[in-house]
C-alpha cells in the first residue's frame, strides 16, 4: 500500500462529505489506485457513523473503524494508525479546517526534504487573543519544565512513513500526551507552514485545556516533584532560621510575642501549600494507577469494509 489516510469522527457530519470528496481526489493525484482511507467514529452522537457507512458502501478503499464509545481525539488516531498500512500515512481532522488538499503540498515537501515526518505548523495561530495568548504560556511552561521540546502551534495534518508510525505505536502510555511522543519517538522530522481555519468553534473548553496542560507535564516531566523538594528544604532553612531568632529574643530580650495575625496566617500559607503539594503527588500517583492496570487504549466495536488483524 503507498498510501494510508487516516481520520477521525466526532460531530462531523456537516463537513464529512465534502471531506471525503476532497482527500479521494488529492489521494487519486498521487496514486490512483494505491491508496487507503480510514476514519474512525470515536462514538459521535450525531449521524457521522450512517454518512460514513453510505460512503464507504461504494468506496471499497474506505474503511471505517467504529469504537465502543468516546475515547478521544488522540487515542482514536492513535487506532487508526495500528489499522494502517501505507508506506506513507497522512493524518488530518475531518472539519476542514486543515485544508485536504494540504496531502498533495505535504506529499511533495516530503520527497523534497527526505525526513521521515513533515508536521503542519500554524503560520498564524487561529482564534482570538486570549486563545493565542494561553496557547504561547502553554507551550513556553511546557518545554520549560519538559526535557522533551515541542514545537508550538502544531496541528493535526501531518505525513510520516511507516518506519516513524511503528516506532510511535511502541509507546503504551493510556494518558496521551501526543504532542509531546510526537517528538519522543524522535526520526528526522521537519515543519512546514500551513492555515488552520476557524469554521466551528473549538471543543476544547478552558477545562480541557487546564487538563492538558497537567497531563503533558505530568507525563512528561518530574520536575514539579523535585521543586516540592526544594521548597520544603527552603521553608524548613527559613523556619530553622525564624526558631533561632525567637529562642534569642526569649533568652536575651525578653521579647514579647508577635500578634496572633502573623501566626494565622503563617498557618494557612503552609497549610495551602501542603494540600498543594500533596495534590501534585496524587496525580502522579493517579497516572502510575492508570497506567499499571494495562487497559486497551479503545475498543473497537467493529470495522465495515476491511478487516484487519493488528
Not at 494502517?84 to 493524518?91: D, L
Not at 521540546?149 to 508510525?165: C, E, F, G, H, I
Not at 493510556?174 to 507552514?193: A, C, M, N, Y
Request: hydrophobic content about 45%; charged content about 20%.
Amino acid at each position: 500500500m503507498k498510501l494510508s489516510i487516516v481520520s477521525t469522527l466526532y460531530y462531523s457530519a456537516p463537513s464529512l462529505n465534502e471531506f471525503y470528496d476532497r482527500i479521494k481526489a488529492e489521494a487519486i493525484k498521487i496514486s490512483s489506485d494505491d491508496y487507503e482511507i480510514i476514519l474512525v467514529n470515536d462514538g459521535s452522537p450525531d449521524e457521522s457513523l450512517s454518512m460514513a457507512q453510505d460512503l464507504a458502501a461504494n468506496d471499497p478503499k474506505l474503511m471505517i473503524i467504529n469504537l465502543s464509545r468516546n475515547f478521544g481525539h488522540w487515542k482514536a488516531m492513535m487506532t487508526g494508525l495500528k489499522y494502517a498500512s501505507g508506506e506513507k500515512i497522512f493524518i488530518i481532522d475531518s472539519d476542514l479546517e486543515e485544508e485536504p488538499e494540504y496531502l498533495g503540498k505535504f506529499y511533495a515537501e516530503l520527497k523534497k526534504q527526505r525526513c521521515d515526518v513533515l508536521y503542519g505548523i500554524q503560520s498564524k495561530r487561529k482564534g482570538k487573543s486570549f486563545e493565542r495568548l494561553s496557547g504561547l504560556i502553554f507551550w513556553k511552561i511546557f518545554n520549560f519544565f519538559s526535557n522533551v521540546k515541542v514545537p508550538s502551534n502544531q496541528t493535526t495534518a501531518r505525513l510520516m512513513t511507516k518506519d516513524y508510525v511503528n516506532a510511535l505505536l511502541l509507546h503504551q502510555e493510556r494518558e496521551i500526551f501526543i504532542s509531546g511522543l510526537w517528538q519522543l519517538t524522535g526520526f528526522d522530522q521537519k515543519p512546514l507552514s500551513v492555515t488552520k481555519l476557524s469554521i466551528s468553534k473549538s471543543s476544547y473548553t478552558f477545562r480541557k485545556k487546564l487538563s492538558l496542560f497537567i497531563n503533558g507535564i505530568t507525563s512528561f516531566s518530574n520536575s514539579p516533584l523535585i521543586a516540592i523538594f526544594y521548597f520544603g528544604l527552603f521553608i524548613s532553612l527559613v523556619s530553622f532560621v525564624y526558631i533561632i531568632n525567637l529562642v534569642i529574643n526569649w533568652a536575651f530580650f525578653l521579647s514579647p510575642p508577635d500578634g496572633w495575625t502573623s501566626v494565622m496566617a503563617s498557618i494557612w500559607l503552609l497549610g495551602g501549600i501542603i494540600i498543594s503539594f500533596i495534590g501534585i503527588i496524587g496525580i502522579y500517583l493517579s497516572k502510575i494507577f492508570i497506567e499499571t492496570k494495562k487497559r486497551p487504549l479503545t475498543v473497537v466495536k467493529k470495522i465495515y469494509n476491511k478487516a484487519k488483524k493488528v
